[in-house]
């Protein structure tokens, strides 16, 4: 979740409207301690939703489809993906795409939403709702986002995002009750965004790096983990437009081997990803790069 405009004094109360938020949905998670709320019912629910959200709809859907144009998938396909990635409740698809475009346009230097020079714990998550000159108003958001502002469907999904994880909410409340709730709404969230915020600030901070790419990124072997391949940060850097992150026979991608599975079946195409003479040209002299 973020906030949707910046730089006014309507960018202040939509930051405390997100703080308010992040609250509310972290508080929800700590629900998961009261005696009685986990069934393992719950805990499966929220793993599926935990990958259908994160994996699909922000690594695969926000990231390296919509954000990077790395693959093409069918109209019908993109449009579900999307709606997976609005599930995550990490805002609309245009507010999110114009933020991490604007990051790789400013990457760790003034105009970056999440410029790692001003702590680990301001680009994990302060970012989102400190005053941040950086943060886009809602023109710069079009602006940077011509392919998606210009289609009335992610017009739609950036109005309504909220309005799906509530619908969500009452279907699982009327299925599994309030379990099904605290575990596949709060917690599996809370999950989702620390992980994902975990690729703006740990893999901003620690690691290895094996490309020249004149910012602080790094690859982050726990992050990829955790975060679905998308802690490969270094090699994202240096070759934002591919759909493989982990490009070493060891940087274990998972969403990587969503990828290939949608590209045997036909569904995905044009998958871009860099030629070996392009990742020589890029190497850094040391093998191991920069490690803190």
């Given amino acids: 979740m973020s906030v949707t405009t910046g730089k006014s004094g309507r960018g202040r109360a939509a930051g405390w409207t997100t703080f308010t938020g992040l609250a509310i949905v972290h508080l929800g998670a700590l629900c998961a301690f009261i005696p009685g709320t986990f069934h393992w019912s719950a805990f499966f629910v929220m793993i599926a939703l935990y990958y259908a959200t994160g994996a699909w709809g922000i690594s695969l ?27 995550a409740l990490q805002g609309g698809p245009i507010e999110w795409v114009s933020t991490h475009r604007a990051h790789h346009a400013h990457t760790d230097k003034a105009g970056d939403p999440h410029d790692i020079h001003r702590g680990l714990l301001w680009s994990h998550f302060e970012w989102l709702y400190r005053p941040n000159d950086a943060r886009l108003s809602l023109d710069e958001q079009h602006r940077l986002t011509p392919d998606l502002s210009g289609d009335p469907f992610y017009r739609f999904l ?74 490969w940060h270094n090699n994202h850097h240096a070759f934002p437009s591919s759909a493989r992150h982990g490009l070493r026979w060891f940087e274990f991608d ?39």
């Fill in 158 to 231: 950036e109005k309504t995002y909220v309005l799906w994880t509530i619908a969500l909410a009452i279907v699982l409340f009327a299925i599994g009750g309030w379990s099904w709730v605290i575990w596949g709404i709060f917690v599996r969230i809370t999950l989702t965004y620390h992980i994902t915020w975990l690729v703006n600030s740990a893999a901003h901070y620690s690691g290895y790096r094996t490309f020249n790419t004149g910012d602080e990124s790094t690859n982050n072997w726990w992050v990829a983990l955790l975060g679905w391949g998308e802690g």
């Fill in 254 to 292: 998972a969403t990587w081997l969503t990828v290939k599975m949608l590209a045997w079946m036909k569904i995905a195409n044009d998958v871009r990803v860099p030629t070996p003479a392009m990742v020589r040209r890029h190497k850094r002299d040391s093998p191991r790069g920069h490690d803190h």
């Fill in 61 to 87: 859907g926000y990231h390296r489809l919509l954000t990077h144009r790395s693959l093409r998938l069918p109209k019908p396909v993109e449009y579900a993906t999307a709606l997976l990635g609005v599930l």
